[in-house]
């Protein structure tokens, strides 16, 4: 499956961006999708992911209560809905997707097999 990112831009912190996840391809529903995050100087880190079905979500600590992440198979996106952003949520955003993960807390970026190209998030203080 391809993906591709968007939605990404500057925002004030305390402020909200929503970013999507399009994919192509008609197998994606069974797709498990994943948001990461890579600041600069840092590693890729785990965000968020859902089941094929939606029905089930896992967030990272670091943004639970503040991000959402969703989805429409009908449009075949995935959407990150990013509430009261702070400073340190300024990094590239990806998107991933795998077949095979079962654990939606698999937060090793080596195991997902399909990456989005990536869409920037800049919070200002």
């Known amino acids: 499956v391809q993906l591709q990112a968007s939605g990404g831009g500057l925002v004030q912190a305390g402020g909200s961006l929503r970013l999507s996840c399009v994919a192509s391809g008609s197998t994606f529903r069974s797709y498990v999708v994943a948001w990461f995050r890579q600041a600069p100087g840092k590693e890729r880190e785990f965000v968020a992911a859902i089941s094929w079905g939606g029905g089930s979500t896992y967030n990272a600590d670091s943004v639970k209560h503040r991000f959402t992440i969703s989805r429409d198979n009908a449009k075949n996106t995935v959407y990150l809905q990013m509430n009261s952003l702070r400073p340190e949520d300024t990094a590239v955003y990806y998107c991933?997707?795998?077949?095979?993960?079962?654990?939606?807390?698999?937060?090793?970026?080596?195991?997902?097999?399909?990456w989005g190209q990536g869409t920037l998030v800049t919070v200002s203080s």
């Open positions: 991933a997707a795998d077949r095979k993960i079962k654990n939606l807390a698999t937060m090793e970026a080596t195991a997902w097999g399909s």
